[in-house]
């Protein structure tokens, strides 16, 4: 049981859930879904995290790595990259934990595109004592993930891709109820699609309208042991995200684009005593969308929303708002991003930040810094 309480503060400590509501959590179990690896779900960019960490239908550069690799199918740039870096949780007075995220792609051309990220997470310094208090040294607890991905165009409007992802999680060097907690090392994969379309809206001036949509399924992998006992393993995030988006060409200086995303954990619900069914990977995947004991309205509680609008002025100069919601039972996540965004000839440069609806929240004024490069066949613009 200690050691299932290990992971879970874990997890809730990376993520920063708000733990719901107080006063039903002192009276009832958590329904609040726990995995390992929770830094897979953390959005590694600034322009996804402005719009609300929705990003699976819009994402159109080397990012699309973690929000749809699909989209990298519709790029038409010969090749660029990517650099994230974000501070973590600093509201608990703790400066050395931070997310870096690194990605980029190939175009190939009618070949397909090829893409690979890097994102490394580390939990900072962890100074260990003793029962009595006395020193046992330094802990440097951290977690890794090497993606490499393809996309294809499999018709004009429609695009498939796969991801292929090695997974490293490495949360302590110490014991917890006498049991080593031992490094965890996954490897696991996604399976996306983008559907683009362009129309137009008549009216007094016709308004030109990209549409695109996009499903990503990642993180599909084996169930993991921090403990190695085959009795005690843990299900990696698999998760499901849908999502749409709208964007309009107002005139040749400015756009518009509208956004919104669904995302749902394909890992069995807790259960009435808040305890994770005992599954494989698979079965947990398939039974959850209906295994939720609170029926289908809880399942429909396990559903997050982010929302997130766009301005470009020429394509060179972006503002972005964006909400986000999870249910208060969930984990009661609920914040509002803001971001700013330019680009110059091959360099773009993005900033984000996050404020929380409920105050004294772990994640307030989370910030992430995201510099890119994209370059055509010639290497410029």
């Not at 990977?281 to 399942?299: H, K, T």
């Amino acid at each position: 049981m200690m050691r299932k309480a290990f992971l879970a503060a874990a997890c809730l400590t990376v993520l920063g859930f708000g733990f719901g509501n107080k006063a039903q959590a002192q009276t009832e179990p958590s329904k609040t879904i726990t995995t390992a690896v929770p830094l897979l779900l953390i959005s590694p960019d600034s322009r996804g995290g402005a719009l609300g960490d929705a990003g699976v239908a819009i994402t159109d550069d080397a990012n699309a790595m973690h929000w749809n690799p699909s989209a990298l199918a519709f790029i038409d740039n010969r090749m660029g990259f990517a650099m994230s870096y974000s501070p973590w949780l600093q509201t608990l007075g703790i400066p050395d934990i931070n997310l870096m995220y690194l990605s980029g792609y190939y175009n190939t051309g009618n070949a397909g595109v090829i893409g690979s990220s890097l994102r490394y997470f580390s939990l900072g310094e962890i100074k260990l004592t003793g029962n009595n208090g006395e020193p046992l040294g330094v802990d440097k607890p951290n977690e890794f993930a090497f993606d490499v991905g393809y996309s294809l165009k499999i018709s004009e409007s429609l695009s498939g891709g796969i991801a292929l992802r090695y997974i490293y999680s490495r949360l302590s060097s110490n014991s917890v109820d006498a049991v080593n907690i031992n490094p965890v090392h996954a490897v696991a994969g996604d399976i996306s699609f983008m559907y683009k379309k362009d129309f137009t809206i008549n009216g007094a001036s016709d308004i030109p309208v990209t549409f695109t949509s996009g499903v990503n399924i990642s993180n599909i992998g084996p169930k993991v042991s921090y403990t190695g006992q085959s009795d005690d393993k843990d299900f990696l995030p698999t998760n499901l995200r849908i999502g749409y988006a709208f964007r309009f060409f107002l005139d040749e200086y400015n756009s518009f684009t509208f956004t919104n995303d669904f995302n749902k954990l394909l890992v069995p619900s807790p259960d009435s005593l808040g305890m994770t069914p005992d599954q494989s990977a698979l079965s947990g995947m398939f039974g959850s969308f209906g295994d939720a004991p609170g029926g289908f309205g809880e399942e429909l509680s396990e559903i997050n929303l982010s929302f997130g609008a766009e301005y470009w002025y020429r394509d060179l100069f972006a503002a972005r708002v964006g909400y986000f919601y999870e249910h208060p039972d969930k984990g009661n996540r609920q914040y509002i991003t803001l971001g700013l965004g330019i680009r110059y000839n091959v360099f773009g440069l993005d900033f984000s930040y996050l404020a929380p609806l409920q105050q004294n929240h772990p994640l307030q004024n989370t910030l992430r810094f995201t510099l890119s490069y994209n370059f055509n066949e010639s290497g410029a613009e």
